[in-house]
T-cell receptor, first 115, second 110 residues
């Protein structure tokens, strides 16, 4: 089954404790992206990757890191989480945007709470 | 810059038709997408428009006017399960990420 998986689905942590949210897709997609979603603000892009070893900042990259060492995986790293990073996080993947019509497939989401 | 506007909330009656509008201002245009998102769940793809006109898919249709920077999503024969947020997203140039509007929360009432 074609899918994007994220782990963990739910996480409660404390300020300053490094954490990683994993994202994996099995569709051989070049493009992967991380979003956060907050009430009233909609989906905002954190980072994206056009292919292996190619990453770029989205609209709200501060406090986050990513890496793309393999095509299927795109982990999101919070080196020192803070309460304002409490949010619902989505990973998404798609074929290369340059290939015209394509839709982004979203993972199930990770609900993160930082106390 | 990029700007995408949609109404924040709408309410409609079961069995009726509802139109959700989206206006956008981007430096270029390379496609407009509509997604559905139920509360607490991931967005799922509904439709894609890149040329002017209407795209129909079952109870859902999407319209695009590039000259007006305008799109709408039309939902017919509304069902209770259509209660969700509907997200409009635009790509302004090739090889650039999608930009999402804040979404329209639709409530379907009996």
């Amino acid at each position: 089954e074609a899918q994007v998986t994220q782990n963990p689905r739910y996480l409660i942590t404390v300020t300053g404790k490094k954490l990683t949210v994993t994202c994996s897709q099995n569709m051989n997609h070049e493009y992967m992206s991380w979003y956060r979603q907050d009430p009233g603000l909609g989906l905002r892009q954190i980072y994206y990757s056009m292919n292996v070893e190619v990453t770029d900042k989205g609209d709200v990259p501060e406090g986050y890191k990513v890496s793309r060492k393999e095509k299927r995986n795109f982990p999101l790293i919070l080196e020192s989480p803070s309460p304002n990073q409490t949010s619902l996080y989505f990973c998404a993947s798609s074929l290369s945007p340059g290939q015209g019509k394509y839709e982004q497939y979203f993972g199930p989401g990770t609900r993160l709470t930082v106390t | 810059g990029q700007n995408i506007d949609q109404p924040t909330e709408m309410t409609a009656t079961e069995g009726a038709i509802v139109q959700i509008n989206c206006t956008y201002q981007t430096s270029g245009f390379n496609g407009l997408f509509w997604y559905q998102q139920h509360a607490g769940e991931a967005p799922t793809f509904l439709s894609y428009n890149v040329l002017d006109g209407l795209e129909e898919k079952g109870r859902f249709s999407s319209f695009l006017s590039r000259s007006k920077g305008y799109s709408y999503l039309l939902l017919k024969e509304l069902q209770m399960k259509d209660s969700a947020s509907y997200l409009c997203a635009v790509r302004d140039l090739r090889n650039t990420p999608l930009v999402f509007g804040k979404g329209t929360r639709l409530s379907v009432i009996a």
